[in-house]
């Protein structure tokens, strides 16, 4: 608008008339939004009312908030264990995932690795694999190995699991440093190894930040290794050990398994309030992508 | 296709190897190491194991050929598993990519206020886990205090509430449902980077030729996004292959083995009934199906997206 004069200034209707598709559209959305926000927010209700609460409906708010059923089922289903147990699986494991990923990226970023193509159809051969065809073997070596039912054994298979999507998301950021630096620093006689360590391992710690906490969300989403893989409660992840919640013991009055998948959700709350603006908009498809 | 390893390949990786040990062994050799391990001779070894009788503790196998096979192709659990896991994979791509991608464009497109808010909202359930939303929806839909038939019933639809899970006839549509409300943010995280990726130019030249948005969407941002189209379809068809969660937490399969899919029957078979051969015999049908479908996607709608 470069002439304010010309333009008489908007009235209340021509204002109105001028936003009501949007304003209709985003009436829709918000229904939309409910479709996925609704659930939650319930859950969340039903999770801080008594039972006495509970028996009013689904919707009736919680006029008299309790944190007794958090306490409740926290002590009954050993919630800290369960807790620990996924927060180390997911911290070591996505450690190991990305260790080994850090390496291939840097190669398959920067040089004309021979086989390129053949490691790519590996990768994704290993990212896209339904694990249910590679249960049977893993279970049997892990047992040959002793490492079935053991941390150690699960955090191995995550990290390998986890690596095929830290290479392709690691070698998106990587392409994306500009060579300037690492040219220098070639010039001046850096090794392959120096130029890793000292260039590119620096600069490429945010994307190292991403690929973490997207391989920490899928480990700490993971159902079925942990499920065939363990036997003791005592190693359990959350996911395996939260199925009781689905029990006529829990399942009587509802705030209880609400307040325990609440619980269980609560570091990757955290995490995703932390990483949201990451996640969502979409920074690790450009890797995907190839 | 040439072979794979020829002696010009080996030379080659003999010459890079000598320039450049360090990203030779820790980049090549490791991955491909850890893809023998953990991928490579756990499919072959399941192949082999097809081949066997075996209750997965005696450390004699028996092998019986193909009697594993035919018993497959007789097993009326395994027709109905199957047929469920196509039914969740059509649910799959007419429920959450649709809406995933509807959502992308009316952001991209700045059709609505809030955009940013409704994008959080649907792709928070990404990063729950499937146990978390199987519990949920448990929870969401019992018949007793169950909101969602509730709120069925205060719009006028109350005609249409069900025995969400007791029903044989919609049980494994209701874990398809559950299963696509968790997955929509991904299809619209890839479709909302990829409209991005289309030149701003493309659509105003669109909008000025009087296309509405219904059109934009078909003929113009569609044929753009091909490529994140095929990569969305394939996470759906190995998401639907995969299904397994869902199941184990809402219905195990229950009523009367009508939402089994592939993979809990694998999980089933194996380890509840020790049969580990024919479970292997299973495992060996979803890697046939999952490879018949990538290869079906790859050859028509992906014609060099992947090439590096």
């Known amino acids: ?125 290993g990212l896209m694999l339904p694990q249910q065809t590679v249960l049977i073997p893993l279970y049997d070596t892990l047992r040959a190995l002793n490492l079935l039912d053991t941390r150690i054994g699960l955090i191995i298979v995550h990290g390998a699991y986890g690596m095929p999507a830290q290479v392709l998301i690691l070698r998106g950021f990587m392409t994306a440093i500009p060579r300037e630096i690492e040219k220098a620093a070639y010039l001046e006689g850096a090794s392959d190894f120096q130029i890793f360590w000292k260039v590119m391992l620096p600069l490429s710690l945010p994307g190292i930040l991403v690929g973490y906490t997207l391989n920490f969300i899928a480990i700490w989403k993971e159902f079925v290794f942990a499920l065939v893989f363990l036997n003791h409660e005592a190693n359990f992840p959350v996911t395996v050990g939260m199925l009781k919640l689905n029990s006529d013991r829990y399942m009587a009055v509802f705030n209880l398994p609400a307040a325990g998948l609440v619980i269980s959700q609560i570091p990757i709350i955290i995490l995703f309030i932390l990483t949201y603006r990451q996640l969502s908009g979409g920074n690790f498809v450009g890797a995907v992508k190839g | 296709m040439t072979p794979i390893l020829n002696e010009q390949s080996v030379q080659s990786f003999v010459d890079f190897a000598r320039q450049h040990t360090f990203v030779a062994l820790l980049g090549v050799v490791l991955p491909i190491l850890v893809f023998c391990v953990f991928v490579g001779y756990p499919i072959v070894y399941t192949i082999y194991l097809s081949f066997f009788d075996w209750n997965g503790m005696t450390p004699t196998k028996h092998f019986i050929g193909l009697a594993n096979y035919v018993y497959l192709f007789h097993d009326k659990y395994f027709y109905v598993a199957l047929v469920n896991n196509f039914k969740w994979l059509a649910v799959t791509l007419l429920f959450p990519v649709t809406v995933g991608f509807l959502i992308a464009y009316v952001m991209r497109a700045r059709l609505v206020y809030g955009a940013a808010f409704l994008r959080t909202v649907v792709f928070f359930p990404v990063t729950m886990s499937l146990i978390a939303v199987g519990l949920m929806f448990l929870l969401i839909l019992n018949p007793l205090f169950g909101a969602f038939d509730d709120v069925l019933r205060a719009i006028g639809l109350g005609f249409l509430v069900r025995e969400w899970f007791g029903d044989y006839r919609i049980a494994l549509y209701t874990l398809a449902f559950v299963s696509g409300w968790a997955f929509t943010g991904l299809p619209m995280v890839f479709y909302f980077a990829g409209l991005g990726d289309v030149p701003k130019e493309t659509m105003d030249a669109a909008r000025i030729e009087g296309a509405g948005h219904l059109r934009m969407m078909w003929s113009v941002a569609l044929p753009q996004l091909r490529p994140v189209t095929a990569v969305v379809v394939m996470l759906t068809i190995f998401e639907s292959l995969k299904a397994f969660d869902l199941v184990a937490v809402m219905t195990r399969g229950a009523p009367f083995g009508t939402t089994n899919v592939l993979g809990y029957l694998v999980y089933l078979e194996t380890f509840w009934n020790s049969r580990f051969g024919y479970g292997a015999t299973l495992s060996v049908a979803i890697l046939v199906v999952s490879i018949a479908l990538a290869t079906l996607v790859l050859s028509r709608l992906l014609k060099g997206a992947f090439d590096v």
């Open chain 1, 1 to 125: 608008m470069s002439d304010y004069s010309a333009a008489p200034p908007p009235t209340p209707l021509a204002f109105a008339l001028r936003t009501a598709p949007k304003v209709t559209a985003t009436i829709i959305m918000l229904a939309l939004a409910a479709v996925w926000l609704g659930p939650i927010i319930l859950i969340v209700m039903t999770s801080i009312k008594s039972n006495e609460a509970f028996l009013a409906g689904p919707f009736a708010l919680p006029t008299s908030p309790t944190l007794a059923p958090y306490f409740s089922v926290w002590a009954s289903m050993q919630f800290g264990t369960l807790l620990a147990n996924s927060l180390l699986y997911a911290t070591v494991g996505s450690a190991l995932a990305v260790l080994l990923a850090l390496v291939p990226a840097f190669g398959l970023s920067r040089m004309e690795v021979p086989g390129k193509r053949i490691i790519f159809g590996l990768l994704l051969t």
